[in-house]
């Protein structure tokens, strides 16, 4: 709950501190979501079958 809670305030990579930004299309502007929003979108995501799929690797943005 730590480190998805750390994603979605600071839009950290898996959560953890000294990792790059969450990227597109994960939004970032979650920094002001209620404790229990929170607590709420992490037990809804917990109560939903999971589904395989291949994540692309990291491409840092061009400017």
Not at 14 to 36: C, V
Not at 48 to 60: F, L, M, T
Request: no cysteine; charged share 25%.
């Amino acid at each position: 709950m730590e480190q998805f809670t750390k994603a979605l305030r600071e839009a950290k990579f898996k959560g953890m501190d000294n990792t790059r930004p969450i990227m597109p299309p994960m939004p970032t502007n979650y920094a002001n979501l209620k404790d229990e929003d929170i607590v709420a979108i992490f037990a809804y995501l917990k109560s939903i079958k999971p589904i395989e799929n291949v994540v692309p690797g990291y491409q840092p943005p061009t400017s």
